[in-house]
């Protein structure tokens, strides 16, 4: 069946840093893909949506210039997390929509550490 | 606004037994409602759905029933296994591509 496949799993990075995570849609062709952001206790929260070759579209209280979300095809979309903070260690996970059916799939999620 | 709430975790069942996980939500209008599972390692999987008042979604041995008047859409299991360990996820879709997820329930099942 479908995957989207996330990658890294596992990211430590260092206070103002950069670290870009992926989101590939495996074996069909995303039109759109979603990013989500969980912190402990919390419920998985929408940061932005984006379209292939346009630009993302974020969520009230999401800093677009911190968080960069480019989907420059119709099987990846990257979520850079620019300047890292330590309040920005948290669970990303991607979803996108495509295939048969245009379903929403997810991805297995990405851990960043900042420290 | 939409949102989502369901039964904090961690809970931790024997092999044979009955679950219930509680989901409640408040939305407007007549939102479909899901439960995800996500095991260890993977991504987050349609379990079951649910797309309208009185529907009963169901798969695995999972059932959950979309309860309007109690806005409710509670996970059950009559006979849990090892194999269902994982986290589980209420949401909600109202309109467009907007999932509202609750916060997740990690189930452990022991033999």
């Known amino acids: 069946g479908a995957v989207v496949s996330q990658h890294p799993s596992w990211v430590i990075c260092k206070s103002g840093t950069s670290v870009k995570i992926e989101c590939r849609s495996l074996?069909?062709?995303?039109?759109?893909m979603f990013w989500y952001r969980q912190f402990p206790k919390q419920s998985l929260m929408l940061m932005a949506t984006?379209?292939?070759?346009?630009?993302?579209?974020?969520e009230q209280g999401v800093e677009k210039d911190k968080f960069l979300i480019n989907h420059a095809s119709l099987t990846l979309s990257t979520l850079t997390v620019t300047s890292a903070h330590p309040e920005d260690s948290s669970f990303y996970i991607c979803?996108?929509?495509?295939?048969?059916?245009?379903?929403?799939?997810f991805g297995e999620g990405s851990w960043l550490t900042v420290v | 606004g939409d949102s989502v709430t369901q039964m904090e975790g961690p809970v931790t069942l024997s092999e044979e037994a009955f679950l219930t996980i509680n989901c409640t939500y408040t939305?407007?209008?007549?939102?479909?409602l899901f439960w995800y599972v996500q095991y260890p390692g993977e991504g987050l999987q349609l379990l079951l759905k649910?797309?309208?008042?009185?529907d009963k979604g169901s798969n695995k041995g999972f059932e959950a029933t979309y309860r309007k008047e109690t806005t409710s859409f509670h996970l059950e299991k009559g006979s849990v296994q090892v194999s269902d360990s994982a986290v589980y996820f209420c949401a909600l879709i109202r309109t467009g591509n907007q999932f509202y997820f609750g916060t997740g329930t990690s189930l452990t099942v022991i033999p």
């Open positions: 939305a407007t209008g007549y939102p479909s």
């Open positions: 074996d069909f062709q995303a039109t759109t």
């Open positions: 984006s379209n292939e070759g346009s630009k993302a579209t974020y």
């Open positions: 649910a797309t309208k008042a009185d």
């Open positions: 979803s996108a929509r495509g295939g048969t059916g245009n379903t929403i799939y």
